[in-house]
């Protein structure tokens, strides 16, 4: 008895029972099978406390919260894990901004972090380093480089956010020399 062999057109035609709507294959992609690792592996890194939460003042009830490609503004301080020693803040100045997952890149366990929270919200984290300023993501860099090896501690106050339709990144080559614009709101005609 021989094995017979199809292609996987003929073979999706033999799913779809006769039907003369074949569904299109599925190619096999590495690229989505590398993010989907990379999903998996984040997953079991945060159950293993990659960066834990407190919350110090609970944000607006019911609020959304922030998604991938939204223009973030907070306050941070940065402390190393367990001192009260402050390595860098944005307090007496004006807020940090970015864009969640896009451009220039603040450490991945700040944008989760960023991600769980409401606006007004303030809450205290602590991100491992893998997930902090290690992180290969990470555009931001803090003074010392000796502090992006410990464990650190992030005050943050989500102070707003826009969704990231109003969002559009015009220049990222630099974390210091980035610019955003945000449609605060959109025009109603057109003028000569």
């Not at 005050?155 to 610019?179: A, C, P, R, W």
């Amino acid at each position: 008895m021989g094995v017979s062999t199809m292609d996987f057109r003929e073979f999706m035609l033999a799913l779809s029972h006769g039907s003369d709507e074949v569904e299109e294959p599925i190619e096999p992609c590495i690229e989505h099978g590398a993010k989907h690792f990379e999903k998996r592996k984040e997953q079991a890194d945060l159950e293993h406390g990659a960066v834990m939460k407190v919350v110090h003042k609970d944000g607006e009830t019911g609020g959304k919260k922030p998604e991938e490609g939204d223009l973030v503004k907070f306050h941070y301080t940065v402390r190393k894990g367990g001192e009260e020693t402050v390595v860098e803040t944005s307090r007496g100045g004006d807020p940090a901004v970015f864009v969640l997952g896009k451009a220039c890149r603040m450490p991945r366990g700040l944008e989760l972090a960023i991600h769980s929270m409401t606006k007004g919200e303030s809450s205290s984290f602590t991100i491992k380093p893998s997930y902090g300023f290690k992180h290969p993501d990470c555009s931001w860099r803090l003074e010392d480089p000796q502090l992006e090896e410990d464990a650190l501690d992030f005050d943050i106050e989500l102070v707003d956010y826009t969704n990231g339709v109003s969002v559009q990144v015009v220049n990222d080559t630099k974390l210091d020399e980035m610019v955003l614009k945000e449609t605060v709101k959109d025009g109603t005609g057109w003028e000569n």
